[in-house]
T-cell receptor
Framework: DAGITQSPRYKITETGRQVTLMCHQT?????MFWYRQDLGHGLRLIYY???????DKGEVPDGYVVSRSKTENFPLTLESATRSQTSVYFC??????????FGPGTRLTVT | AQSVSQHNHHVILSEAASLELGCNYS??????LFWYVQYPGQHLQLLLK??????LVKGIKGFEAEFIKSKFSFNLRKPSVQWSDTAEYFC?????????FGTGTSLTVIP
């Protein structure tokens, strides 16, 4: 199916563990984004990618790592999860005229 | 740093009431503006966008927004809300390669 998907949809992990959130889009959009959504903060940009092998930091990149070896995939890794990283994570891709298409989100709980 | 402010955190309206949600952005240069909606349990969807031209833009589901450059504002309006408009609404600004979102306004429409 065309669109943007995220996996897993829900994840519980322990402090200190490495976690990878997956994002896949079928449109071949060049730009992809990772946001976290927290109460009182709205959506904050973590990282974005302009194309395969091109990534850059957003507003809140600390504690996160991204890669983009293929245009359609943009995984986000928490190298050593902390409780402050408990959040809902949204991936998005950008089509024409700056319109973003969002995935369904991953709810991550760090215990 | 750029920022987007949404002054109304939670709005409760009766059906058929008029809606206006405030949005202000801080960037003084060229900026593209958006309103997104997130219905309960769903991902974010684009309501409308402004790039240039007519400062009054119309979006889906009867929503419109007015760009007032002198006030750095991009308020969202709807003449008559419906119960199905209950959702979270996010204003966003795009400059360069980054997007900045407001903290969101939760709208509850009472039948």
């Amino acid at each position: 199916d065309a669109g943007i998907t995220q996996s897993p949809r829900y994840k519980i992990t322990e402090t200190g563990r490495q976690v990878t959130l997956m994002c896949h889009q079928t449109w071949s959009h060049s730009y992809m984004f990772w946001y976290r959504q927290d109460l009182g903060h709205g959506l904050r940009l973590i990282y974005y990618s302009a194309a395969a092998d091109i990534t850059d930091k957003g507003e809140v990149p600390d504690g996160y790592v991204v890669s983009r070896s293929k245009t359609e995939n943009f995984p986000l890794t928490l190298e050593s999860a902390t409780r402050s990283q408990t959040s809902v994570y949204f991936c998005a891709s950008m089509g024409h005229i700056y319109e973003q298409y969002f995935g369904p989100g991953t709810r991550l709980t760090v215990t | 740093a750029q920022s987007v402010s949404q002054h109304n955190h939670h709005v409760i309206l009766s059906e058929a009431a008029s809606l206006e949600l405030g949005c202000n952005y801080s960037y003084g240069g060229t900026v593209n503006l958006f309103w997104y909606v997130q219905y309960p349990g769903q991902h974010l969807q684009l309501l409308l966008k402004y790039f240039s031209g007519d400062p009054l833009v119309k979006g889906i589901k009867g929503f419109e927004a007015e760009f007032i450059k002198s006030k750095f504002s991009f308020n969202l309006r709807k003449p008559s809300v419906q119960w199905s408009d209950t959702a979270e609404y996010f204003c966003a600004a795009h400059t360069g390669n980054q997007f900045y979102f407001g903290t969101g306004t939760s709208l509850t429409v009472i039948p």
